[in-house]
C-alpha cells in the first residue's frame, strides 16, 4: 500500500502541496447508480414527478456539486473545473437510473473527487426528488472508472 498523502508525519491531517507539480490537462470519469421501482421511472420519463423534471435537476445538481467540491471534502483543493459533464441511462430492466459523470481541468492536482461529487449529488437528487413516491430506492455502486493526465 502507498504512503497516504493527506497524513504527515506526526499523523495529523492535511491538505497536499500541489505548488512543485506540473500543470497538465486531467480528467475523470465517475459512475454510481440509484435502484427504483419501474413505476417511479415512468413518473420520471413523463415529467409526472411533483418536484419537476428530475433528471435535469439532477444534472444540474451534479455539476453545481463538481464545482463546489473543495467546499465539501476538507482537504481537497478548490479547483476552477473547465468541464464537467453528467449524464444518465434507463437501462431495459428499468429498474434505475446509470449515472455517468466526468470532470476536466488544466491544474495541478486531479478531479476524480469532482466526478464522484458529481455522481453522487445527482442521485441524492433523484432521491430526493423521488421519496414521496418510491421508498424503496438505493443509491450504490460509486465509484471512479478512470482518471487521466495529459
Known amino acids: 500500500m502507498s504512503e497516504l498523502t493527506h497524513i504527515d508525519d506526526q499523523e495529523r491531517a492535511r491538505m497536499v502541496d500541489v505548488s512543485d507539480k506540473p500543470v497538465q490537462t486531467r480528467e475523470a470519469t465517475a459512475y454510481g447508480e440509484i435502484w427504483l421501482q419501474s413505476e417511479t421511472i415512468e413518473l420520471i420519463e413523463t415529467h409526472r414527478i411533483a418536484k419537476g423534471n428530475v433528471l435535469n435537476t439532477a444534472r444540474i445538481a451534479g455539476i453545481q456539486a463538481a464545482k463546489k467540491t473543495g467546499e465539501l471534502i476538507p482537504l481537497c483543493h478548490p479547483l476552477p473545473?473547465?468541464?464537467?459533464?453528467?449524464?444518465?441511462?434507463?437501462?431495459?430492466?428499468?429498474?434505475?437510473?446509470?449515472?455517468?459523470?466526468s470532470a476536466k481541468i488544466a491544474a495541478q492536482t486531479g478531479v476524480e473527487m469532482e466526478a464522484l461529487t458529481a455522481v453522487s449529488t445527482a442521485a441524492l437528487t433523484i432521491y430526493d426528488m423521488c421519496k414521496a413516491v418510491d421508498k424503496q430506492m438505493r443509491v450504490t455502486n460509486i465509484q471512479l472508472l478512470s482518471k487521466r493526465k495529459s
Open 81 to 101: 473545473i473547465s468541464h464537467c459533464e453528467v449524464t444518465f441511462e434507463i437501462p431495459e430492466s428499468r429498474d434505475g437510473v446509470r449515472i455517468t459523470a
